[in-house]
């Protein structure tokens, strides 16, 4: 947006942030039809003009047939902004945490770690949109592991 003022960040700048994401798949293999419903909210601060250090909440629902599973991700990350004052502001985040999955039959927790890419692209002076890339690996007891590519689009809102 050519007349749209953009705010440059700073050193104490806040971002919430927001991604929501819906799929449904029917698998010819097996038959089972599967619907993931996955949501994630983001908080926080800038440390300088290009870095900001943060906590996500994630939640996944997922349905395989009539099997739910229900994971539950807390985590911290760091973004680095390749802009700090455009109004498309490329980034490259890293982060890790703690993951719950939980079924009818079984109930794990682990480590989870993380590599994104993405694109902040400022709306007016404190909304943005954003999409991502997002490379998720996970370790669970039992020996259990997971590795997940998930492919995002959210609002943030900065003040």
Known sequence: NAGTKVPAFEHGTYRLGGAAGLSFSDNEFNGVDTDTLAASADLGRFYGTNLE?????????????????????LAIFGRWYTASEAASRPWIELGGGVSNV????????????????GLTHFLNESVAAEVSARQSIGSFDGGIESDTLDLGIGFSLFW
């Not at 943060?54 to 539950?72: A, I, K, P, Q, Y």
């Not at 939980?102 to 890419?117: C, M, N, Q």
């Open 53 to 73: 250090l943060g906590v996500r909440l994630g939640l996944v629902s997922t349905d395989v047939g009539t099997v739910e599973t229900d994971t539950t991700n």
């Open 102 to 117: 939980e079924t009818a039959a079984l109930d794990v927790s682990g480590s989870l770690f993380f590599l994104a890419i």
